[in-house]
């Protein structure tokens, strides 16, 4: 599943391409590759739904390369909440980790600015 597909050809069916990409995402079961680009595809087509699932991926280390395209899909559609999640992973991921974050972050911080109170 290819989400750019979507934006060049108007016949395909968004809504059911969103729905597929959620529950192949969210499934346990299914194959890496499928997975990574389901979570991709959410991300992209701005699925909160795919939130509590790409978090839980985000923080589970024995998911692999998975990880990654889960904090970027936090990037993708995360608030505040994701922020923080983010730069705990940062704090204790190794470098790999760290720069998918990092990347995250900035995405983030372009859609919601981190307010600082004044002193």
């Keep these: 599943a290819n989400y750019h597909l979507v934006q060049n050809h108007p016949e395909l069916n968004v809504g059911e391409i969103g729905r597929m990409a959620l529950e192949l995402a969210g499934d346990d079961t299914c194959d890496a590759i499928t997975r990574t680009s389901a979570i991709q595809v959410c991300g992209l087509m701005g699925l909160r739904e795919s939130l509590?699932?790409?978090?839980?991926?985000?923080?589970?280390?024995?998911?692999?390369?998975?990880?990654?395209?889960?904090?970027?899909?936090?990037?993708?559609?995360?608030?505040?909440?994701?922020?923080?999640?983010?730069?705990?992973?940062?704090?204790?991921?190794?470098?790999?980790?760290?720069?998918?974050?990092?990347?995250?972050?900035?995405?983030?911080?372009?859609?919601?600015?981190?307010?600082?109170?004044?002193?």
């Design 52 to 119: 509590s699932f790409a978090t839980r991926l985000a923080v589970d280390p024995s998911c692999g390369p998975l990880r990654i395209v889960a904090i970027a899909t936090l990037g993708d559609l995360g608030g505040e909440e994701e922020r923080l999640l983010l730069q705990k992973i940062v704090e204790t991921g190794d470098v790999q980790l760290r720069v998918a974050c990092e990347s995250a972050l900035k995405k983030i911080g372009k859609r919601a600015p981190v307010r600082r109170e004044s002193v």
